[in-house]
């Protein structure tokens, strides 16, 4: 039947790229125009279904994933939700292992979907739960397929595939650099690879937490962390450090003057875009600046105890 989609999953990707107006006011008529894939209208709202999608196909495709098997899965959160989501829709058992200082509601969240959820040292951050699904799946290397969303070509292919080539057709090619948080990395490496592709002008811009511990949730600070096997810095154009102050206040700024509720990261990706764009407006030069939000707001927001303790 047409206009009906086969499952949830179908409804991955394809998301809007909306035109920031009021937080660059000061850029008017200076050439440089912003825009933001707003990842927030995925299904499980974040950019991570579409990492989480392609590497469950891949995997049930190759066989490294059984239908009716089981998946494990370190998260800073997002992740988590999308795979658990697809399980759910796709009938894969989701076993996710996250730190026990993540917020209540993203647990109650991946437990509504039916995901096992398996808690690590809130003091060893996302590292501490690489770790101990490493420990998990060589203790029972046959129970689990791990994705290992950090260096499985899946989470950058679904961003080559899909990301990449919407904001080259939403922007009608006249796209000009492209500014985004990095966190396992596949979101940058892989738009980075498709937008390169289309035209090598096109410059590539990391954000990147200033300081090792930050509370810019799912970004990474990668002089102080385990490098993701599909991050390659040298392929990056230019790398920006912004303050988990400036990330928070943008993220403010967004929902109260574009009416976007999103999460801190996004806050950190326009902080930079919008440094992009100034620098841009400072030499007279025009462009087409894009950023990306990975997810919204009310991932951050404190939740109600469930009705029945999990
Ligand atoms: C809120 C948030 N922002 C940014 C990112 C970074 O995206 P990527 O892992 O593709 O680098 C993530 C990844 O988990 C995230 O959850």
Redesign the pocket.
């Known amino acids: 039947m047409s206009g009906v989609l086969d499952s949830i999953a179908s409804a991955v990707g394809g998301t809007p790229l909306v035109r920031i107006r009021n937080v660059g006011r000061h850029l008017a008529g200076a050439g440089v125009r912003l825009h933001a894939k707003l990842e927030l209208f995925n299904p499980g709202g974040?950019?991570?279904d579409r990492?989480a999608l392609q590497m469950i196909r891949d995997a049930l495709a190759d066989g490294r994933l059984k239908p009716g098997g089981a998946l494990i899965d370190s998260t800073?959160?997002?992740?988590g939700v999308a795979y658990a989501m697809l399980g759910a829709a796709l009938g894969v058992q989701v076993h996710l292992v996250m730190p026990s200082n993540v917020t209540p509601a993203r647990k109650h969240v991946v437990r509504a979907y039916g995901a096992v959820l398996h808690e690590s040292d809130p003091m060893e951050g996302s590292d501490g739960a690489i770790r101990q699904v490493r420990a998990m799946v060589a203790e029972h290397p046959d129970r689990y397929f791990y994705p290992d969303q950090y260096s499985n070509p899946s989470n950058p292919l679904a961003h080559y595939l899909g990301t990449g080539q919407e904001i080259w057709e939403q922007t009608g090619g006249e796209v000009t650099h492209f500014v985004c948080?990095?966190?396992?990395?596949?979101?940058?490496m892989g738009t980075r690879r498709r937008l390169k592709e289309l035209s090598k002008e096109i410059q590539v811009v990391a954000v990147e937490p200033e300081e090792p511990m930050h509370g810019l949730?799912?970004?990474k600070h990668m002089p102080t962390s385990i490098v993701p096997a599909i991050y390659d810095e040298a392929a990056l154009d230019e790398k920006l450090s912004i303050s988990t102050d400036q990330g928070w206040d943008m993220a403010e700024r967004l929902c109260a003057e574009e009416g976007l509720p999103v999460?801190h990261?996004s806050g950190a990706a326009m902080a930079g875009a919008l440094e992009v764009a100034e620098r841009l407006a400072s030499r007279g030069e025009r462009g087409v600046v894009v950023t990306l939000f990975?997810?919204r707001a009310d991932r951050y927001f404190a939740a109600p105890p469930p009705r029945r303790p999990a």
């Open positions: 974040s950019v991570k990492a800073s959160g997002n992740t948080g990095i966190g396992t990395s596949g979101t940058i949730e799912g970004l999460g990261s990975p997810d």
